[in-house]
């Protein structure tokens, strides 16, 4: 059934049906609130595959500084840390919000919560559902919440492909319905779409999951920052499946190692072994396979036979690959997993472009730095929602604004893309595969095709990339090991990052490093 537009006209708008989104409509009742998904709420949101759970300091041993302290470690240096310390405080009370919107959290004999390890966190504070089904259980309870709420007007199959701005602006959203084209009048936007794994041939996310938030974004001229960390996480199922089914970070804090083909633990040696943060282990086992040796995670004796009990959605898709994992070791490689970078943001969540606000992965708040600490992204999303949703609710339409539509771009399409971002800016990365990708990118980013979007963030990751010329957390150099004793975030503009390649193209030069 088509919208009615005119009844929605100046309401606020969230894109996106995951986490983020439907956590930041629920905080904006009773405010009328319309949330545009492009498929079924939560059917390709990253939410419902997430296994591990949400980090809060809920622990006899713990309080919010160690969490803070384990959050700036994993962040390599670049986290904000007024910005995480905010978050990391305000994690334990929106757990206690969960449950009261009827999300259903493992709990001990006793009834308290019952409390994860997880790698690099120095405490059990990882608070789960079903052993392994945090994601399913968080987009059940609250897909269940948003369609019992009236204030919430859902709109399922209808694509975003335009932000409408003018004078630095929001003044709409361009989507495509079943019928063509729609233009929802509004000033109020909220981003929530998610990651960018969906750029990437070997990801963990969703296929409908490749940066299109950052696309809408870019384009309205909004600032990005901090777009060249990609986090590739360890331990994803090695198989021919994409995408790739994620072997929880949960296993390896329940005992689990890693060991290759003759048996050997080959991150023995390693400062948190398996435990240490995810980029120090995604690249030590990229290592190992590049040496020529397969990796497999151990979980035979830890979590050995109570392996289906405690992980039951991994054990289910793992015997579907024929594995045991109580008797056999698990093939496992890393895989594009999650994006720290994203669209600028304060601590409300506004965006550099005035009208628009981001949450969840398509955000930068800064909590996250190089390198994602486990479990801290659907912490982030439900904390920032709670902000986003204050501020929205304060903020009133300018009535100087005009409504000025836009020829509906084709739908975008990642496919030609993929291969050249897993050549060029994978996990580890050098000036020569970068520039190859920046220079593949930069034609299919300046058309007018179904690649167009996808390459322009591609195009962004890599210009960022090329510009920082150190290795920290996620971003990994080997023309450029050593890392910079001062660290420093980064933000990027669309027509500076086209210009950028432009000049690298010219001149087949580095480009510049940042100021």
Not at 9 to 38: D, E, F, N, Q, Y
Not at 41 to 55: D, V
Not at 234 to 239: K, Q
Not at 412 to 434: A, K, T, W
């Amino acid at each position: 059934m088509k919208p009615n537009l005119d009844t929605l006209a100046g309401t606020p708008l969230i894109i996106g049906g995951g986490l983020a989104g439907l956590m930041t409509a629920l905080r904006l009742a009773p405010h009328p609130v319309v949330l545009l998904s492009k498929a079924p709420l939560g059917a390709e949101a990253s939410t419902p595959w997430a296994q591990g759970g949400l980090a809060a300091s809920l622990g006899d041993d713990d309080e919010p500084a160690l969490h803070l302290a384990d959050t700036l470690a994993a962040g390599d240096g670049l986290c904000d840390v007024m910005a995480s310390k905010r978050i990391v405080h305000a994690a334990p009370a929106d757990i206690e919000a969960l449950v009261r919107l009827g999300v259903a959290f493992d709990r001990t004999a006793d009834g308290r919560l019952s409390l994860g390890l997880e790698a690099a966190h120095s405490r059990r504070r990882i608070v789960r559902v079903g052993g392994d089904g945090a994601g399913r259980e968080l987009m059940r309870a609250l897909v269940q919440a948003v369609r019992a709420t009236p204030s919430i007007t859902v709109i399922e199959g209808v694509e975003a492909r335009r932000l409408l701005v003018d004078d630095n602006g929001i003044t709409g959203v361009l989507a495509a319905g079943p019928d063509g084209a729609l233009v929802f009048p509004t000033q109020r936007v909220v981003l929530a779409t998610g990651g960018i794994g969906g750029l990437f041939l070997d990801t963990t996310n969703p296929g409908g999951c490749f940066g299109q938030g950052l696309a809408l974004a870019a384009r309205a001229g909004a600032e990005l920052a901090d777009l060249e960390f990609v986090q590739f996480h360890p331990t994803a199922l090695d198989g021919p499946e994409r995408p790739m089914k994620l072997v929880s970070e949960a296993v390896r804090g329940e005992g689990a190692i890693l060991v290759d083909e003759t048996g050997r633990r080959f991150l023995a040696n390693q400062p948190g072994a398996e435990l240490a943060p995810r980029d120090v282990v995604a690249r030590g086992i990229w290592r190992h396979i590049a040496a020529g040796h397969r990796v497999f995670l151990d979980a035979r004796e830890k979590p050995g036979a109570d392996f289906a009990g405690r992980f039951p959605a991994i054990a289910g898709f793992c015997r579907a690959a024929g594995i045991d994992p109580a008797t056999q070791p698990i093939p496992v490689r890393p895989a594009a997993h999650y994006h720290m970078g994203g669209v600028a943001v304060d601590g409300a969540g506004r965006s550099s472009v005035a009208g628009l606000w981001a949450c969840g992965e398509v955000s930068s708040t800064g909590l996250h730095g190089a390198n994602r600490l486990a479990s801290n992204s659907l912490t982030e999303a439900v904390v920032c929602a709670g902000w986003v949703a204050e501020d929205i609710a304060g903020t009133f339409a300018s009535r100087t604004r005009k409504v000025v539509s836009a020829a509906l771009p084709p739908r975008p399409d990642p496919s030609v893309v993929r291969p050249i971002m897993s050549r060029g800016v994978g996990l580890m990365r050098d000036r020569d595969g970068l520039s190859a990708a920046a220079r593949a990118l930069l034609p299919l980013a300046s058309g007018d095709t179904a690649a167009s979007d996808p390459a322009t963030v591609g195009l962004m990751i890599s210009v960022m990339a090329l510009r920082r010329e150190e290795s920290r957390g996620a971003h990994a150099r080997t023309d450029f090991p050593q890392r910079d004793a001062v660290a420093r975030r980064t933000t990027l503009r669309l027509a500076d990052a086209i210009a950028a390649a432009e000049e690298f193209n010219e001149h087949d030069v580095p480009v510049a490093r940042r100021a």
